[in-house]
């Protein structure tokens, strides 16, 4: 007894614990934990079993009785320690001294959780039990499989139940503990058929034959082949367990007098005795062999739920990061950080001018954005130009037959062709003041972005350095919109250097092939003519190719990061603001307080895991733990 009590403690309970830690974190929608399952028709006797295992009436009755997924963790506890009971679900817990108060609390919670009436629920209700009288052992009972709709019920009743059994059942962390009558054909349970769908060579398939006593004259035979895994094949086999009746619930026969009448029947029976001199019978002997399949089973899947852990503390602590530490409570403490903070985002905001790699970790880039903006400029002035070629060979003639005057054929009129170039200049002035929008827009968001990232948490301190933004853009958009308008108005002035124009003009006249059998004639004239503003048109738009975005980028972007850091740190100055800036949202510091808790649980389960799966790398698996990043004195203390 010593050595089975030494064992409990140092390898059953760890283990066990080590599961219902991770699904009262709430982790369980991450991580396929190893569960024990109960599943069975309606009337099975699954409710009777749970009874016996756990010494507490549960809710009883006919039809659907178990309405939400009830996980059951059964604690023992030592010798003369008193019983204790808890009861969880949603935000809910409450402690539970009497255990004639389990059934009704269930009930309770099913009714919190499902609806009065006779729905079901996917939530689950943890129900947990200390005492000397349980095995240390958890289960998961799920609702019994309905065939038909009665009164009040849903007509895809049997549909709900059926696919809430099997979203836990299909996972490969979860036994099926399939609970099934004696008195019935097991080939046509619907439980079993379920389990085998999942687990077609049943390796995670416990079957429990219920109501031995019921059992037909002449077919005990049969059941004992069952249970001797000759009919319907489990690699786990098969437990048989005779519980209370309804009889004897009336008589009010206790729990632990069921136990010694169920002893009485095995022993005493012509067929099953043999049966329970094998360990196959009662609810002990279930008990055991449940505790250390789950042992085993969780053992089996420590390696791949230490990957899991693994992943959702990288998670976890990412989380962590993204909410930052939270300010301190001392005042100058408090300055200080929002120094820091204003001073990283100020940063930040500068190497995104500059196209540096950020403090904050993230990948901003508002230099592709820019630089599809201004690809998008330069086709746009090059369709221009050829537009604007096409349109000039018919408006040169025009303007050749209404203003041609006494000058001989061959001379170039100046005039039309500076009103040409200045009317095609014209043209592109709203094209450019829309890009500058279109890109203020862009530059705007990328800081609205950052400030996002940088202010997580302090609504009061975004807002500020929202309205900043807006404030500053714009300003920085008036200016350069009439930057912009100012340098259109100068390229009106028709100008650029002779050797420039010269150097042009000998290209164009190179790429037109016909130029040298030009006839001095008006047809050399008007050809003359738009080989010069075509060559001039050339310069200038190579001329506002550059000249448009460098204007942009640098009051949209330079100066607009400069203002906006000039400005941070004038907000700092006003020490009234501080308390205001620095105000959290209501619900950051539960969810700080909440993730450093998960991270803390984690950190200590994923250490507890390593040591259960594998004793002798232990070392190995500690540098390996503190390597990367995780809480050294949990693991120094456990050691």
């Not at 599943?39 to 009777?48: F, P, R, T």
């Not at 659907?64 to 935000?91: F, N």
């Not at 349109?391 to 209404?402: F, G």
């Not at 949202?585 to 993730?595: C, E, V």
């Amino acid at each position: 007894m010593n050595t089975l009590n030494q064992q409990y403690e140092e390898k059953v309970r760890p283990c066990i614990d080590l599961i219902d830690s991770l699904r009262s974190l709430g982790v369980e929608k991450d991580l396929a934990l190893p569960a024990i399952a109960v599943i069975g028709d309606q009337s099975s006797g699954k409710s009777s079993v749970l009874e016996a295992l756990s010494g507490v009436a549960l809710p009883r009755g006919s039809g659907i009785v178990t309405r939400c997924p009830l996980e059951l963790k059964m604690k023992r506890q030592k010798s003369g320690e008193e019983w204790y009971g808890k009861i969880s679900y949603q935000d809910h817990e409450e402690d539970i001294d009497d255990p004639a108060d389990v059934e009704k609390k269930i009930k309770e919670a099913q009714n919190e959780m499902a609806g009065i009436g006779l729905g079901i629920s996917d939530e689950l209700i943890s129900l947990e039990i200390a005492s000397p009288d349980v095995p240390d052992l958890t289960l998961i009972d799920l609702p019994g499989i309905a065939r038909v709709a009665v009164k009040g019920q849903p007509e895809n009743i049997g549909d709900q139940i059926k696919r809430l059994i099997s979203k836990f059942i299909k996972k490969q962390e979860t036994i099926s503990l399939v609970v099934v009558p004696c008195n019935v054909d097991i080939a046509t349970t619907e439980a079993l058929k379920m389990a085998q769908e999942v687990d077609p060579d049943g390796e995670r398939t416990l079957g429990i034959l219920t109501k031995p006593d019921l059992v037909d004259k002449g077919t005990e035979e049969t059941v004992v082949d069952i249970v001797h895994n000759e009919v319907i094949h489990l690699k786990k086999g098969y437990m048989i367990v005779r519980c209370r009746g309804q009889k004897e619930i009336t008589e009010k026969v206790s729990l632990t007098d069921a136990i010694e009448r169920e002893e009485a029947f095995f022993k005493d029976h012509t067929f099953f005795n043999a049966l329970y001199d094998d360990g196959h019978a009662t609810i002990p002997k279930l008990a055991e062999k449940l505790t250390l399949e789950l042992v085993h089973h969780i053992e089996k899947s420590l390696p791949r739920l230490e990957e899991q852990i693994e992943v959702k503390l990288a998670q976890t602590q990412a989380e962590m990061e993204r909410y930052g530490s939270g300010p301190p409570t001392d005042a100058a403490e408090r300055l200080t950080f929002l120094i820091d903070k204003v001073t990283a985002f100020n940063q930040d905001a500068l190497n995104l001018t500059v196209g540096e790699e950020l403090r904050c970790g993230e990948k901003l880039n508002v230099f592709s954005a820019l630089r599809r903006e201004f690809a998008k400029w330069r086709d746009l002035l090059d369709r221009s130009g050829d537009d604007f070629n096409v349109r000039i060979e018919k408006e040169v003639e025009q303007y050749e037959d209404k203003y041609r005057g006494r000058e001989l054929p061959g001379f170039i009129n100046y005039k039309t062709f500076e009103g040409m170039i200045k009317e095609q200049i014209k043209k592109l002035e709203e094209p450019a003041v829309r890009r500058l929008k279109d890109i203020g827009d862009i530059v705007r968001k990328v800081f609205i972005q950052l400030a996002h990232i940088s202010f997580t948490g302090f609504p009061n301190l975004l807002k500020a350095v929202k309205a900043k933004i807006e404030s500053i853009k714009q300003e920085k958009e008036s200016t350069a919109e009439v930057t912009l308008r100012t340098q259109f108005k100068m390229e009106l002035i028709v100008y650029t250097q002779d050797r420039t124009y010269s150097n042009s003009l000998s290209e164009r006249k190179r790429e037109e092939e016909d130029y040298e059998e030009m006839q001095l004639d008006s047809k050399a004239t008007i050809q003359e003519l738009m080989l010069h503003i075509k060559s001039y048109y050339r310069i200038a738009s190579l001329r506002l190719a550059d000249q448009i975005p460098l204007v942009i980028r640098y009051q949209m972007l330079q100066e607009m990061a400069t203002d906006l850091q000039r400005e941070m740190l004038q907000m700092l100055q006003d020490k009234g603001d501080l308390e205001l800036l620095l105000k959290e949202d209501f619900d950051i510091g539960s969810k700080r307080a909440a993730l450093q808790s998960r991270h803390k649980l984690l950190v200590l389960v994923l250490v507890i895991s390593y040591i259960l799966s594998s004793p002798p790398s232990y070392s190995k698996k500690l540098v390996r733990c503190k390597s990367a990043g995780y809480s050294g004195h949990f693991i120094w203390g456990l050691g």
